[in-house]
């Protein structure tokens, strides 16, 4: 079954103990990102990914790493979590290429900063 | 740069009737894709349907057709025959550039009553 995966689905920490979440695809879609969600706000990307050798900032990057050293694998790492890093977040990829494609979704990660 | 906007950010609607949602959204780029999301409360994202800008033939998926009007910069979504389980909440979403990346609206909560 094609899907995106990630880990934890739901994780409370507290403020500056650094975390990973994981994300996973197994369709060989060489382009994966990140977005956070936040009522009233949509969906933002925060980092994307057009393949191992390249990733760049979205619109919302601070706070936050990625890392790319696998085609299908690209964790988000907070460093420093704050509370307002308290978001809901899903990874998401597609087939590299121009094109109405459509970018498939992980299930979430609720995180909350504490 | 990109900006959707959806100006209802609730909505009902009777079983078996239809409604419309609304989007707007405006870019500077001449190729750009459209698409709609749904949200349920499982939180998974869910594609819709989508369009292609250079296409005038308005896409249909079975209950859900799209209302596009390019010079306008409108892509409003028709349910027909609504049912219980389209209640979630609705992002209309845009694709232009060169990063894929997904510009959100804000989202539109619509319920349907029995």
């Known amino acids: 079954e094609a899907q995106v995966t990630q880990n934890p689905r739901y994780l409370i920490t507290v403020t500056g103990k650094k975390l990973t979440v994981t994300c996973s695809q197994n369709m060989n879609h060489e382009y994966m990102s990140w977005y956070r969600q936040d009522p009233g706000l949509g969906l933002r990307q925060i980092y994307y990914?057009?393949?191992?050798?390249?990733?760049d900032k979205g619109d919302v990057p601070e706070g936050y790493k990625v890392s790319r050293k696998e085609k299908r694998i690209f964790p988000l790492i907070l460093e420093s979590p704050s509370p307002n890093q308290t978001s809901l977040y899903f990874c998401?990829?597609?087939?590299?290429?121009?094109?109405?494609?459509?970018?498939?979704f992980g299930p979430g990660t609720r995180l909350t900063v504490t | 740069a990109q900006t959707v906007t959806q100006s209802q950010p609730e909505m009902s609607v009777q079983e078996a009737e239809t409604v419309t949602l609304s989007c707007t959204y405006d870019?500077?780029?001449?190729?750009?894709?459209l698409f709609w999301y749904k949200q349920p409360p499982s939180r998974q994202m869910i594609l819709v349907i989508r369009q292609e800008a250079y296409k005038q033939q308005n896409a249909t998926e079975n209950r859900f057709s799209v209302n596009f009007q390019k010079a306008a910069k409108s892509f409003s979504l028709k349910i027909s025959d609504s049912q219980l389980g389209d209640t979630a909440m609705y992002f209309c979403?845009?694709?232009?550039?060169?990063?894929?990346?997904?510009?959100f609206g804000k989202g539109t909560l619509l319920t349907v009553n029995p």
């Open positions: 979403a845009s694709v232009g550039g060169s990063n894929y990346k997904l510009t």
């Open positions: 870019t500077s780029e001449n190729n750009y894709y």
């Open positions: 990914s057009m393949n191992v050798e390249v990733t």
């Open positions: 998401a990829s597609r087939d590299r290429g121009w094109g109405p494609y459509e970018q498939y």
